[in-house]
């Protein structure tokens, strides 16, 4: 889709439709809503005053000018209470009147930037969040679908209005970053709604080399010989049931910059997780496509910082694996050595994702990183813990609270689980230094315990665990159900604010 700008006022545009807004409880609209209900001889006050549009948020009604305006349409969408008005209203209801635009048959829509006037927000978040909300919004996933039922075409170009055109720059600057921002989702998104008979590690790692080549980021993919050599026995043992070779992408924004900061960003990429020989029931086991989540939100996350050009090097590290059982694949009570050298008993196979991560952070020290983050659809108990609305976080407090605050503005909100030493009781071994199961109690927390063991010392880290907000079932605003690409936008603001 293309973005544009224009300066002038919205009740001039010649569009097939424009985008205008409302707050909840406000009976005479101002700024350009009052513009375009006074050219329209006061349509808008009458459907507030009649109760048929009061303004809540995502509510949305098309009146038609008939030659008043230049515009065909005029799409209205409720911003829901001023109080609660925020970033995510906006990508709210910027995706809801985008999704009308498109279902009336519009494919060039005008829209005010909600929020950039009498919202109070400043100008380029908001056009940024009005660019984001669209284009995550409309998101669709028909690729592998031949017999589709009438499919309204995609917009072609959103045209955001504003009348100061001392504000352009700025505007262009906003548009820019969330277009960068949403379609590193949307790369993630497609990564994951692809079943596991697409995306294979080999494929993943396909995906980084030629991403890698196209915005110019370094691409090293280390294959299972190398893995082999070097002794990434963890990650190893999870491939050895799969027909699939394992991969190690390494994705680098800015490689040799030893004046830059390093960030190291670690994805789960479980191409497929059935659980292993310990094998996860067969309902709901195809939503373990969604299982390379942690990777696909890291790729997304390379991408945006090299196209935003964000001053620091960033490494992405991607350990990439099927989990399948068959007659090489690892046994429970196995014992393996991973790469940082400690002796792994694997009691539970399904409890794969930390053993890749393992062998995957141990060797982040390589770049002596000024800080790690890992991010993967670890625990089932996440999904107990905190349900659709969080995802979990352990680890380094000031890594923390920079996540809790990106969480904020970019509504991938997460909250902390305490990693206090006692918990490391659950994962001793009678044979190995380590199990690789804690038991029931706690799941997600000696999950992060466990990788824990394999930072690099001295570096600060914290863990994602984002199990279950990988896919979801419900439509939401700007989220269709399906792949959520939940991550990229909170590791990209987290990369935005870096020092
Ligand atoms: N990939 C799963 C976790 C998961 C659960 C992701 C639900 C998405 C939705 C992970 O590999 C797993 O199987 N975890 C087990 C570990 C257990 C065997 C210790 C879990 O949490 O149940
Ligand atoms: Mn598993
Ligand atoms: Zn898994």
Not at 318 to 327: I, K, Q, V, W
Request: with cysteine; glycine share 12%; charged share 20%.
């Amino acid at each position: 889709m293309q973005i544009e700008i224009v300066t002038g006022a919205i009740q001039t545009q010649a569009a097939q439709a424009i985008v205008v807004n409302l707050f909840e409880g406000v009976t005479l609209p101002g700024g350009a809503t009052g513009a375009v209900d006074a050219a329209l001889d006061g349509q808008i006050r009458a459907l507030i005053a009649d109760g048929d549009f009061r303004g809540k948020l995502n509510e949305v009604a098309v009146l038609y000018p008939h030659g008043k305006i230049p515009a065909r349409r005029v799409i209205l969408v409720g911003l829901g209470k001023r109080e609660k008005f925020g970033l995510d209203a906006i990508r709210q209801a910027s995706a809801s009147a985008a999704k009308k635009a498109r279902d009336v048959g519009a494919t060039h829509v005008h829209t005010i930037i909600h929020g950039a006037g009498v919202g109070g927000v400043a100008p380029e978040p908001a056009a940024a969040a009005v660019v984001e909300g669209t284009l995550l919004g409309l998101y669709r996933f028909h690729e592998l679908k031949t017999q589709l039922e009438e499919v309204r075409p995609d917009l072609t170009t959103l045209t955001l209005v504003e009348l100061d055109p001392a504000r352009r720059t700025t505007l262009e600057a906003g548009a820019r970053t969330g277009k960068i921002v949403a379609e590193s989702t949307l790369l993630a998104r497609d990564l994951i709604n692809r079943p596991a008979n697409i995306v294979t590690p080999a494929y993943m790692a396909e995906t980084a080399q030629r991403m890698a080549a196209e915005i110019g980021l370094r691409c090293q993919v280390l294959d299972k010989a190398t893995l082999t050599a070097l002794g990434m026995n963890a990650l190893l043992s999870v491939n050895r049931g799969g027909g699939e070779p394992a991969q190690l992408v390494i994705l680098e924004h800015n490689a040799g910059r030893d004046d830059l900061p390093t960030v190291v960003l670690v994805g789960k990429g479980i191409t497929f997780d059935s659980g292993g020989i310990s094998l996860k029931p067969g309902e709901n086991m195809h939503h373990m496509k969604g299982d390379m989540g942690g990777a696909a939100a890291v790729f997304g996350a390379l991408r945006a910082a090299a196209l935003l050009d964000l001053p620091l090097h960033v490494v992405g590290l991607t350990p990439l694996t099927e989990n399948m059982p068959d007659a090489h694949a690892t046994k429970p009570g196995d014992v393996v050595r991973s790469l940082k050298g400690l002796t792994i008993e694997i009691l539970n196979t399904d409890a794969e994702g930390r053993l890749i991560l393992a062998d995957a952070l141990t060797y982040a020290q390589n770049f002596a990183p000024q800080a790690i983050f890992d991010i993967a659809t670890l625990t089932g108990g996440r999904v107990v813990a905190l349900g659709d609305h969080a995802a979990a976080v352990m680890g380094d407090e000031s890594l923390i609270a920079r996540l809790r605050a990106a969480g904020e503005t970019t509504f991938e909100r997460v909250w902390p689980l305490p990693l206090f030493e006692e918990y490391g009781e659950q994962l001793k071994s009678t044979v190995a230094d380590v199990a690789n199961i804690g038991g029931r109690a706690a799941s997600s927390i000696t999950a992060g315990y466990f990788l824990s063991k394999f930072v690099p010392d001295g570096v600060p880290w914290a863990h994602i665990d984002i199990a279950g907000l990988d896919l979801i079932e419900k439509d939401m605003p700007y989220i269709p159900k399906g792949a959520t690409g939940f991550g990229v936008r909170l590791l990209v603001e987290v990369l935005r604010g870096w020092k």
